[in-house]
């Protein structure tokens, strides 16, 4: 079966500028979730979807950040205005609820704030 | 809430050898308990979990994991390496009610001739 797809892979853009991450999850897979991961540090959750609907967003700054999951497939996440402690790896997952813990991971998208 | 500690940072082993990865944990209940892997510009990768009854994990690519509740940890294993183990690894614990996972902050593992 396909992975999960992220894209871009890579993102270099100057402080107060936006920017938009995208995800396609594993097909079926109705728990989605985006984790942001800080050089040197292991991922930290951002947001939790169950279909469309967000679960968890506690730890999302949302006065900069948002996110959506349109039809309860695709996800994106997005920064507006990013700051220089934004550059960090945006790791997509997905899971499917049959098996608990069992996330596969997207390869991220790199995000450099200048 | 949970957490995890992986004390060590860097781990430099021969190939050959055998490898093992210190995770110790905190949670109020009983843990769910995971390994991942990260390669170069990958994504992570599941090695092997722990919900429930034997206490020593077999996993992927010939990896091990021992649960010990006396110690909260999770410690991984194997027997002996390979270049190719070359990477990060995460060890992760998950709550039982919401499957939110939280993880260490890594041990880079490097492998020399």
């Known amino acids: 079966e396909a992975g999960v797809a992220q894209s871009p892979r890579y993102k270099i853009i100057e402080k107060r500028q936006s920017v938009a991450f995208w995800c396609n999850p594993i097909?079926?897979?109705?728990?989605l979730y985006w984790y942001q991961q800080i050089l040197g540090q292991g991922p930290k959750l951002l947001i939790q979807?169950?279909?469309?609907?967000?679960?968890?967003d506690s730890q999302l700054p949302k006065d900069r950040f948002s996110a959506e999951r349109l039809k309860g497939v695709d996800s994106t996440l997005k920064i507006q205005p990013a700051k220089l402690e934004d550059s960090a790896v945006y790791l997509c997952?997905?899971?499917?609820?049959?098996?608990?813990?069992?996330?596969?991971f997207g390869p991220g998208t790199r995000l450099t704030v200048l | 809430a949970q957490s995890v500690t992986q004390p060590d940072i860097h781990i430099t082993v021969s190939e050959g050898a055998s490898l093992e990865l210190r995770c110790n944990y905190s949670?109020?209940?009983?843990?769910?308990l995971f390994w991942y892997v990260q390669s170069p510009g990958q994504g992570l990768q599941l090695l092997l979990k722990?919900?429930?009854?034997?206490?020593l994990v077999q996993g992927i690519k010939g990896f091990e994991a021992e649960f010990k509740r006396s110690q909260s940890s999770f410690n991984l294993r194997k027997p002996s390496v390979h270049w190719s183990d070359a990477a990060e690894y995460f060890c992760?614990?998950?709550?039982?009610?919401?499957?939110?996972?939280?993880f260490g902050a890594g041990t880079t593992v490097t492998v020399r001739a």
């Open positions: 992760a614990v998950g709550s039982s009610n919401d499957y939110k996972l939280s």
């Open positions: 979807f169950q279909n469309n609907g967000v679960v968890d």
């Open positions: 997952a997905s899971s499917s609820q049959r098996e608990y813990g069992e996330q596969f």
């Open positions: 097909s079926g897979h109705a728990t």
């Open positions: 722990y919900f429930s009854g034997d206490t």
């Open positions: 949670y109020g209940a009983t843990p769910y």
